[in-house]
């Protein structure tokens, strides 16, 4: 129960005005990228409960261009914002705090999922249920923007944010 709310705050941290670059993320790891093209797999949303505003949206994202790249962005109009967050366990407490990218190492795989990086879908224009799909489109630094389709998946920590 803790850890909601200081969650929670830390989302209405990140609203104030907080937010930053990170120049290095652990949740990235050397993998086969296909060759050329920023490729995504298992995107995901995390569904909400009656009256929840906010939303978590995971994927994993394979650099498979000749260079590094960066997501900086993420377009939906279900939201009123969607940004990109990390969350770290400082001091025995997990908090989460926005970021303005997130490196993508050429030949890597940056995989966003529950207690790591992900995307935060703030103030929902509807409940996300169970089986719900979305598409959003991806902006990067370098590669073209990509738009992608996420479902609602039960299996996901729903209410860890």
Not at 12 to 22: F, M, P, R, S
Request: glycine letters at 10%.
């Amino acid at each position: 129960m803790v850890i909601r709310h200081v969650l929670a705050f830390a989302v209405l941290a990140g609203l104030a005005g907080c937010g930053g670059d990170v120049s290095e993320d652990a949740s990235t790891a050397a993998t086969a990228c296909p060759g050329g093209a920023v490729t995504i797999r298992d995107a995901r949303l995390a569904p909400t409960r009656p009256g929840q505003k906010v939303a978590a949206a995971y994927l994993a994202i394979c650099n498979g261009l000749g260079e590094d790249d960066a997501l900086v962005g993420v377009d939906w109009p279900g939201a009123s914002a969607v940004e990109i967050h990390l969350s770290e366990m400082e001091d025995g407490v997990m908090s989460m705090r926005p970021i303005d990218r997130l490196p993508l190492p050429v030949g890597e795989e940056a995989v966003l999922a529950p207690g790591g990086a992900h995307l935060m879908l703030i103030g929902l224009n509807s409940e996300v249920a169970e089986g719900d799909a979305a598409t959003m489109t991806m902006r990067f630094e370098n590669a073209e923007p990509l738009t992608v389709s996420f479902k609602a998946n039960p299996a996901d920590d729903a209410h860890a944010h």
